[in-house]
Every structure is written in structure tokens, then in C-alpha cells.
């Protein structure tokens, strides 16, 4: 009898704001990593996610959205982000989530023409096609467009081909040892985690234009016997801003507190005591000092 090899390697999912990448990162392992919101560049960071099996160990790489015209400092750095996340990659996932071609598209090709890892392009959200009818003359169009190991239409939401998908990864990846502890998950810390469920319910609650000038930092983070006590601090760039999340008489920073609590809470597997303040920091997301102080890492 014999034993297929052990596959091991990283797999980075890139592709344009809000297609779907950190829904896709969550289902496949089966347990929230990324936060998610309908908002654009919620996910800001690189985040590894990784599933292991008896077969293989996946790590995929979850990247900010690729996004044109951005200038500001936030804005380079996401871009950033997602460039060095695919450098040294043994697979990268493009999800893409429209059946257009537009200017990101172009750019985001080119970035990958340079890279030269192995591609696959996943089209995501195939459960809002209303005329399954499209995809197919879409599918064959674009593999024109470059060398496409496979293009695999998926719904990240309902988990609709994933499988196949994910068989199809695996396939493409070296026969390796496994990089990271069987039982682990993701590589990110408690505190990382914590900032970004505060930040997630934040982003869900507030309007279009605040969850990008918001960010999160932990002044406290006390682990005690029976109860974690996490002091944290919401920055925003202006006072109007400030009044916004706190809402009236506090009851909108009193509401995402204990939403950020409870999911902290479960998390953790402990008692969480969470205490919010929200300050102004002028233009932080604007300047890469104000960034790196943030927790912006990649800026120097």
C-alpha cells in the first residue's frame, strides 16, 4: 500500500476590495481568522490562515484588497501589503467577484506576470449570478488574458465548489514538511485578534466614509486567572468623528463594546472585561509615523 506525499506550501489570496477573499479564508478553515463587512479594505493586514490535514498543510495568506489611486499613506501601505504577500507564494488565488474588466484588473495582471507563481483564478459569489449563462463565454474570455492554471467559479459564502477547489490547491503544491504545528491555526496574536473584532464591529455599525480613519490599539492587555481585562483605544482623525462612535450618551461605543466583548469572549474561552476610549489623532492614516506608531508594520 502506499501513502501519498505530504503537500505543505503557502497560497496567497489577493484581488480587488471586498471580493471576497477573507469570507473565502473563514469557510475553508471552518472558523473566523479575517473579519468581514460589506465595507471596502476592511481586511489591513496580512493574516496566515492555516489547514492542516493528514495529507497536507495549506497556509494561505489573506491580503488587503489591490485598489487604484489611493495616495494617501493607508493607501500605499495596503497596496504594500498585498504585493509583498505574494513574493516567495507557492500558489496565488486571484478572487475576483464581477464578470468585468476594468483598470484594477489590468493591474493586478501585470503584478502577477512579475511574480510567475502558479495562478489560479477563483470567481466568487457565483450564488448572486442570477443567468448562469454568462459564465461560461466570461470564463472563456478571460483565459485569454493570461496562463491561468484553472479558473474554478466558487461561492466563498456557501461554500458552493469549494472542495474541488481546495483539492485543486493542494495539487499544486510542493511535497513538503509541514511548516507550523498540526493544531495550529492562524499565526496572529490574542491582542492582533482583539483589535480586529473591535475594529470589525466598528466598521459594521458605522457609516461609508469612518471605518477608514478608524484603528484600534490596546493600551492593557491583563490575563488573569478567571478574567482577561483589555483596555483598548479607538483612534479616529477628527472630533466629529469621535462624537459619531461614541453616540448618544455613549450608547453606541457602550453597544460595539459588549458586541466586541462577546466574540472576544469566545475567542479567548474566558470572562473578558473590556474597556473602550475613543481619541482624536490628526490625520494618522495620512502619515507613516502616525502608522508604524499604530501597529502599521512594513512602513520603515
Do not use: C
Not at 483589535?195 to 491583563?222: A, F, N, V, W
Amino acid at each position: 500500500m502506499t501513502h501519498k506525499a505530504f503537500k505543505s506550501g503557502f497560497v496567497a489570496l489577493i484581488g480587488a476590495p471586498n471580493a471576497g477573499k477573507s469570507t473565502l479564508l473563514n469557510n475553508i478553515l471552518g472558523q473566523k481568522i479575517s473579519i468581514t463587512s460589506r465595507r471596502p479594505q476592511t481586511t489591513r493586514h496580512r493574516i496566515l490562515g492555516i489547514k492542516t490535514t493528514e495529507e497536507s498543510q495549506v497556509v494561505y495568506v489573506d491580503t488587503p484588497g489591490m485598489h487604484l489611486g489611493g495616495k494617501r499613506a493607508l493607501n500605499k501601505y495596503l497596496n504594500k501589503t498585498a504585493d509583498v504577500s505574494m513574493m516567495g507564494v507557492d500558489v496565488v488565488v486571484w478572487v475576483k467577484d464581477d464578470m468585468q474588466w476594468d483598470d484594477i484588473d489590468i493591474s493586478i495582471l501585470e503584478k502577477l506576470k512579475s511574480e510567475g507563481a502558479p495562478v489560479v483564478l477563483a470567481i466568487n459569489k457565483i450564488d448572486k449570478i442570477s443567468n448562469k449563462e454568462v459564465l461560461l463565454p466570461f470564463i472563456q474570455k478571460i483565459s485569454l488574458e493570461h496562463d491561468f492554471k484553472s479558473i474554478v467559479p466558487i461561492s466563498a459564502l456557501t461554500g458552493k465548489q469549494l472542495g474541488e477547489f481546495e483539492e485543486l490547491l493542494i495539487k499544486l503544491l510542493p511535497e513538503a514538511d509541514m511548516m507550523f504545528p498540526e493544531d495550529q491555526v492562524t499565526d496572529s496574536s490574542e491582542r492582533f485578534m482583539t483589535t480586529e473584532i473591535i475594529r470589525e464591529k466598528l466598521i459594521r455599525r458605522l457609516g461609508q466614509e469612518i471605518p477608514h480613519s478608524l484603528s484600534i490599539s490596546i493600551d492593557q492587555y491583563k490575563v488573569e486567572e478567571k478574567i482577561t481585562r483589555i483596555y483598548a483605544v479607538i483612534w479616529v482623525e477628527r472630533e466629529g468623528q469621535k462624537n459619531i462612535v461614541i453616540g448618544g450618551k455613549g450608547s453606541g461605543l457602550k453597544e460595539i463594546g459588549t458586541e466586541a466583548r462577546l466574540d472576544i469572549e469566545k475567542m479567548l474561552g474566558t470572562k473578558v472585561y473590556l474597556n473602550l476610549w475613543v481619541k482624536v489623532k490628526k490625520n494618522w492614516s495620512d502619515n507613516e509615523r502616525e502608522l508604524i506608531s499604530l501597529g502599521y508594520r512594513g512602513m520603515e
